[in-house]
């Protein structure tokens, strides 16, 4: 059960860290709460089931294009809806909710409201201290973790990268410096959507696919980012892992755990911003009136 | 004689001179008379939806709104309502017309303890920590069936009339005794202050504002009136179940609140009215039944295009205007403000509009 509770939380821990650092970059650079978030996600699965299921192409080659396309619809997506209103904090955040409401109809729509399976990509498993893992979930593992990295090699390596994070430090100065910051917030929103679209094609096959799979790990997403403090890359990574492991230590020991296990991951999130309201390494926002 | 006359006078001059008092007088009017000129159950029974839901949007705006306290898991007061009269009224076989007051209280208590545990946060760390409590509570309740009913809620309340249009007129009365006194209660000196927290919650403290009794007290008030809501739905569609707590519910009375125009009260409340009818309207169709969420984004997303402040601002502005001296408001087609006489549209001359002001 140790090696369970091991394996599980790390792999659930790859799945919400993809999203939740994604989730924290848009909402640093562009101060956007992106409730569509886990929607791109969910399109991406159901992009990646049509291309393989229903067209039958490959694996690769429609995981890569519902990635790209994912992106490319993120992309115009906040050129029509989320730019005109940026100003407007409240339109913002009732726009991004019609967005996930609206993707969730239109697959509702089109592929009926009942749970798609796909087939795995890998099939075996491999056996490391008696635990038995499916490849497909080490393959997700693996897929979190380059991913990540390739994400800290872009932030920290990179001309854009420094674009990006001088504009999440302070947009106006950013802009004063010459950067042109509404591209830096559509470069950001495009590799944000992006982490979220290549989540959803590797979780496909593991998960059942659903109109409404964007819910719940919206709502693990946002507690996690709120307990690493909002914007915090740093954070949502330690986050994603805390939660995914307390997750999985619930449904691992406890009676009824599965009901639980979002509540006692909410619940730790509230206790966490009981003592540090601005999160696990947030900033504290004072100056931020 | 003397009382008629004094009151058509009051009428006169504080409402009608206004066209948005004279929109909400005739609102007012067109409700209670309604079931008299047309009796159709079917409209009847979207009308109390929308009467009890307009009570839910109301109460979120005060919260968000005014306080700016903006709550991601309004659901949670309302749930709490809804089961608290419930459970109450099944198990202890009290009257509901008791344990709707007895579900606004725990959900005032309810938002006591959610006020309390968020005080220190802010901003959209606050809305995100509020997402979380309807969903702790929802665990909650999936995890002990033999006392929540689980998945299927519980069933088999009463109703508080049975007829048609007694159900129709509890829901009117009190959606307009709840929202008119949330809205004097906003428009007093306690809404000025919420005002103040809102936009500046330092510099209300250094004013020697207790911000966090204000914020608990808001949080309280703001809950209870969500739970009167909650527990009237329960009764009215005689069960209480899981869909009341959910993420959905959370998020469509945030839609409905800036939709209509947040720190307004009727903003909201015309939101509901306009979008929870249209969207019941559109799922009668056949053709459009599936796609009727769909449609109420897509209508949601346009119009938050065109008028991003909401709905009820955007009228406002188009039918009234302020007075630049007095700042108080005046119909579009005066020239002169109504209470201090000062010129409302100058003729600015053209050398001077094509200098810009300075």
């Known amino acids: 059960m140790l090696q369970d509770i091991l394996i599980t939380g790390l792999i659930n821990g790859g799945v919400y860290a993809l999203l939740a650092v994604g989730f924290s970059l848009i909402f640093g650079v562009a101060r956007i709460v992106n409730i569509a978030h886990t929607a791109f996600y969910m399109l991406a699965a159901y992009c990646f089931y049509a291309l393989l299921v229903k067209a039958g192409l490959g694996f690769a080659v429609s995981g890569v294009i519902s990635v790209a396309g994912v992106t490319l619809a993120s992309m115009v997506c906040y050129r029509l809806v989320i730019e005109p209103v940026r100003e407007h904090e409240a339109a913002v955040l009732i726009a991004t909710i019609a967005l996930a409401l609206i993707f969730q109809e239109l697959m509702l729509f089109s592929f009926g409201g009942h749970y798609l399976g796909i ?41 854009l990268g420094l674009a990006i994070r001088a504009t999440a430090n ?75 492991y307390v997750e999985a230590i619930t449904v691992f020991v406890l009676p009824a755990g599965a009901y639980l296990k979002g509540a006692v991951a909410l619940a730790i999130m509230v206790v966490v911003l009981l003592a540090r309201p601005e999160g696990l390494f947030g900033v504290a926002f004072e100056e931020e009136r | 004689m003397y009382l008629a006359r004094r009151g058509w006078a009051e009428l006169r001059n504080e409402v009608l001179v206004l066209p ?39 109460s979120w705006d005060l919260l968000a709104g005014y306080t700016g306290q903006v709550n991601f898991g309004h659901a949670l007061f309302f749930g709490a309502g809804a089961y608290t009269s419930a459970l109450m009224s099944l198990r202890l076989d009290i009257s509901p017309w008791a344990t709707i007051w007895a579900g606004a209280a725990t959900a005032a208590l309810f938002g006591y303890g959610v006020g309390y545990l ?75 202050v919420l005002h103040a927290i809102r936009d500046d919650e330092l510099a209300a403290r250094a004013s020697g504002i207790n911000t966090p009794r204000y914020k608990l007290a808001v949080f309280a008030i703001s809950a209870a009136a969500a739970g009167f809501s909650g527990a009237l739905f329960a009764h009215y569609i005689r069960i209480a179940g899981p869909s009341t707590l959910e993420v959905a519910l959370s998020f469509q009375v945030v839609i409905w609140g800036i939709f209509g125009g947040v720190a307004t009260i009727y903003g909201p409340v015309a939101a509901v009215f306009i979008l929870y009818p249209l969207t019941e309207w559109l799922g009668s169709f056949k053709a459009f039944g599936e796609l009727r969420l769909l449609i109420f984004a897509v209508i949601v997303l346009l119009v938050l295009l065109f008028m991003p402040r909401g709905l009820a601002p955007w ?44």
């Open chain 1, 170 to 244: 302070d947009l106006e100065v950013a802009n004063l410096m010459g950067m042109n910051v509404n591209r830096v917030a559509m470069a950001t929103v495009a590799i944000s959507v992006a982490l979220a679209a290549i989540a959803g094609v590797v979780v496909a096959p593991v998960f059942v696919v659903d109109p409404f799979m964007w819910l719940a790990p919206l709502v693990t997403m946002l507690a996690i980012v709120v307990l690493g403090g909002l914007g915090s890359l740093k954070g949502s990574l330690i986050g994603a892992l805390i939660i995914g």
């Open chain 2, 315 to 358: 009228v406002r502005d188009k039918i009234e205007t302020q007075c630049p001296r007095c700042k108080q408001r005046n119909g579009i087609w005066k020239k002169m403000c109504r209470l201090c006489g000062a010129a409302l549209k100058t003729e600015v001359p053209r050398a001077q509009r094509l200098v810009g002001h300075q």
């Open chain 2, 20 to 58: 948005s008092r004279t929109l909400v007088l005739v609102w007012m009017l067109a409700l209670l008379s309604l079931p008299v000129a047309y009796d159709d159950a079917y409209a009847l029974r979207i009308l109390t939806m929308t009467c009890i839901f307009a009570i839910f949007a109301a």
């Open chain 2, 118 to 192: 968020c005080l220190r946060l802010r901003g959209s760390y606050l809305s995100l920590a509020t997402l979380a409590f309807p969903l702790i509570a929802l665990g909650l309740l999936f995890a002990f069936p033999d006392f929540s009913g689980g998945e299927l809620g519980i069933s088999g309340l009463r109703r508080l009339t049975q007829s048609v249009t007694g159900n129709y007129y509890i829901a009117a009365i009190g959606m307009l005794a709840v929202v008119f006194g949330l809205w004097a209660l906003a428009d007093s000196k306690f809404g000025i």
């Open chain 1, 119 to 159: 087939p795995s990509t890998l099939e075996g498993a491999v056996h490391i201290l008696g635990a038995s893992i499916p490849y497909q979930r080490l393959l997700i593992l693996v897929v979190a973790a380059v991913m990540l990295s390739f994400v800290w090699f872009v932030l920290y390596r990179t001309r």
